[in-house]
């Protein structure tokens, strides 16, 4: 089981203002995801990265942008938060395709209300 | 297109009442499907991964099985602990990165009363 950490947990800030969702993951996992998910909805992937330098965006379209510098950590980032970005944001990452399949982990989950 | 369809989106049971939770897909080639628990607040916990049809896994309280267009949570003798929000996915192949990708069902919240 992975380890997956994100920071705030909570996160309540006013419009216009610019904000980072913490992720890191100590299992030296390649792939990682942020999906947002709504209250009673379903999770929406928004961006994954199979590796250092590599970001895609993913079904759900999105105001925000990831890096991947390092193996460890997926930060992402509104540059202008808006009250339409309130909702949770969750983190997991996957370990390198060697079997058929590749299980995801998640971490806790960081709530974001845009005020 | 790929989808995922959970049913019922609530059940409440009593304790000991066993029961049974629905998940069917549409997907063009099937790599995985995946069965997560959620609590309030938290991030998915992991459960179970099915490849094929015909395949069954035990843990507990609770048994995936998977046929070629739907998979079953079977949950015997719930305990009130067992309440949560129990998530379906799957992982269908494709090409370059995006392979590994998940698409979710929306859940069924299981409530498990004393």
């Known amino acids: 089981e992975a380890d997956i950490y994100q920071t705030p947990r909570y996160l309540v800030i006013g419009t216009g203002k610019k904000i980072t969702l913490e992720c890191s993951q100590t299992?030296?996992?390649?792939?990682m995801y942020w999906y947002q998910q709504d209250p009673g909805m379903e999770l929406h992937l928004i961006h994954y990265s199979y590796g250092v330098n590599s970001t895609e965006k993913g079904d759900l379209s999105s105001e925000s942008t990831v890096s991947r510098i390092r193996t460890e950590h997926f930060p992402l980032t509104l540059e202008s938060a808006r009250p339409s970005h309130t909702s949770q944001y969750l983190c997991?990452?996957?370990?390198?395709?060697?079997?058929?399949?590749?299980?995801?982990?998640f971490g806790p989950g960081t709530r974001l209300l845009v005020l | 297109e790929d989808q995922v369809t959970q049913s019922p989106e609530a059940l409440r049971l009593q304790e000991g009442e066993s029961s049974s939770l629905n998940c069917s897909y549409t997907?063009?080639?099937?790599?995985?499907l995946f069965w997560y628990r959620q609590d309030p607040g938290k991030g998915p916990e992991f459960l179970f991964t099915l490849y094929s049809a015909g395949e069954e896994k035990e843990k507990e309280r609770l048994k995936a099985t998977l046929t070629k267009k739907e998979s079953f949570l079977h949950i015997t003798a719930p305990k009130p602990e067992d309440s949560a929000t129990y998530l379906c996915a799957v992982q269908a192949w494709g090409y370059g990165g995006s392979q590994g990708n998940l698409i979710f069902g929306k859940g069924t919240k299981l409530s498990v009363k004393p």
């Open positions: 299992m030296g996992h390649d792939k």
């Open positions: 997907v063009s080639g099937l790599r995985g």
């Open positions: 997991a990452s996957s370990p390198p395709a060697g079997g058929i399949q590749e299980t995801q982990y």
